[in-house]
């Protein structure tokens, strides 16, 4: 469902992404894992355009982009919108409620009616375990909420695949499992996602092939057992003696 082929991106004089090659199958579940600085977050990002590649092509369904080529300009909203990215920090419009929030994406973007959004909204957000509060502001829910409120507004747009980047880095460890729960439900529901996450837990039960990646590169890739219990590169024995 998804293809990705030798994804490069460079800042100036350092390359961050040095050719990446990945494919995800549909309702299959990849998590990234690797050290802070390997271009993960930076490999999200490309992939919901919201950095442009400097080389390589990524397909999404049937939808193509190739960054060989000067991507046209009107191209990458369509693109953006098969993706749902999930941000650290939440990145909530902190002047609108949860339900405006969750239907600001389809209405602006989309041009979609405002109540058939509505409606939208309102089952994503009682979904996510917040119908009870879809006209409180982000300051007055918890962390692990205006989460919650973060992947519903990412799933108002009908995404294709769901992108995560650190959900649950942001919280207090109390909150950690009330996101992860909603993430694990999406995943047993058939969505297709990528997740970078230190939540190793996580990584075991729920992923179908977990990734290392480090300095730009795919250093491993096996399914969560393999990877867990039987890494095969020192650079991977590594990054999990540390992290484990
Ligand atoms: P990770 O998510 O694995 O911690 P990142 O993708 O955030 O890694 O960052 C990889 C490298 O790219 C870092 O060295 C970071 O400083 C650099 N980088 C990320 N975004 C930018 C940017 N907009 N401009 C310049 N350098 C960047």
Not at 51 to 73: C, H, M, R, Y
Not at 204 to 230: C, H, L, R
């Amino acid at each position: 469902m998804i293809t990705i082929k030798n994804l490069h991106k460079r800042f100036g004089e350092l390359e961050v992404l040095k050719g990446i090659d990945l494919e995800v199958g549909k309702g299959k579940v990849v998590v990234l894992i690797g050290p802070s600085g390997s271009g993960k977050t930076t490999f999200l990002r490309c992939m919901n355009v919201l950095e442009i590649p400097t080389k390589g092509s990524i397909s999404i369904e049937n939808q193509a982009l190739d960054f060989s080529q000067k991507v046209p300009k009107k191209k990458v909203p369509l693109f953006r919108s098969l993706t749902g990215m999930v941000f650290q920090n939440y990145n909530l419009f902190p002047h609108k409620t949860a339900l405006e929030n969750v239907m600001e994406g389809p209405i602006t973007v989309k041009k979609e009616s405002k109540d058939t959004v509505r409606k939208r909204a309102e089952e994503l957000l009682s979904k996510v375990g917040l119908g009870d509060k879809l006209d409180y502001y982000p300051f007055q829910l918890s962390g692990g909420q205006q989460q919650r409120v973060g992947i519903a507004r990412a799933l108002a747009m009908e995404p294709k695949v769901m992108l995560f980047d650190e959900p649950t880095s942001a919280l207090d460890p109390e909150l950690v499992g009330e996101v992860l729960k909603v993430m694990k439900d999406l995943a047993r529901e058939g969505m297709t996602m990528i997740v970078v996450t230190h939540e190793m837990r996580f990584a075991k039960e729920v992923a179908d092939e977990v990734i290392f990646m480090e300095g730009g590169v795919i250093v491993e890739q096996s399914k969560p057992n393999e990877m867990f219990t039987n890494p095969k590169e020192e650079r991977t024995k590594q990054f999990l003696r540390l992290i484990q």
